[in-house]
């Protein structure tokens, strides 16, 4: 690709990046191109479906997410790693309001601008899941598709503007559930369950 070509599919990236956080995943087409300065035509040459974008300006943060979970396998206790990959997976989907239905959606449809990276995703907080479960860190009737919807409820909990204030508690909550034991939940830096 030519530099001024990658310059130009960044600087639609950007502010797609920009219109979606502030107005969700819905945000209209016409518009991101308007604040890129730049035609609709352009934008749809680029990406011509709202998900091919979608997945263009996702797919960076899905890669940086299963990196910090093989990161966190090598560098972090069981119960640690996956608290913290669930942190920070429940963090980076409410920068994007909206993104978990796409998420849910695309996990299931093969044919989704989003399906590979969204299996990618799950399978990398499964691995976590699963040495936390053989560490005897985490409960045992939990699976990877059960841990990313958790990532979808927690997040939406951050969208709706009168829970957002206990999206912490309720991530704690959350979180301190999947693991088992008392020095688990003191490790995860939440309240034992005692």
């Known amino acids: 690709m030519r530099a ?4 130009n599919r960044e600087h ?3 502010v797609a990046g920009a219109v979606i956080a502030e107005q969700g995943v819905d945000a209209s087409m016409r518009d991101i191109a308007r604040r890129a300065d730049v035609g609709l035509a352009t934008l ?3 990406y011509p479906t709202r998900e091919a974008l ?4 996702l797919h960076t943060s899905f890669d940086e997410l299963t990196a910090k979970a093989g990161e966190l396998e090598t560098s972090s206790s069981p119960a640690d790693a996956l608290v913290a990959w669930l942190r920070e997976c429940v963090a980076w989907t409410t920068e994007y309001r909206g993104v978990t239905v796409l998420m849910a959606a695309a996990i299931e449809d093969t044919e989704s601008a989003l399906h ?4 990618i995703l799950r399978a990398a907080g499964a691995r976590l899941l699963t040495r936390a479960q053989e560490a005897g860190a985490a409960r045992t009737d939990v699976d990877g598709t059960d841990l990313f919807a958790l990532v979808a409820a927690l997040a939406w ?5 009168s829970l ?3 999206a912490d508690h309720l991530f704690g909550l959350v979180a301190n559930a999947l693991l088992t034991d008392a020095e688990s939940a ?4 939440m309240p034992s369950r005692g």
């Open 157 to 161: 909990l951050g969208d709706q503007p």
């Open 12 to 14: 639609l990236l950007a």
């Open 164 to 166: 957002a204030p206990r």
């Open 116 to 119: 590979a990276s969204c299996v």
């Open 186 to 189: 003191g490790s995860a830096g």
């Open 54 to 57: 979608l997945e263009a300006l």
């Open 44 to 46: 749809l040459r680029h």
């Open 4 to 7: 001024d070509a990658r310059k």
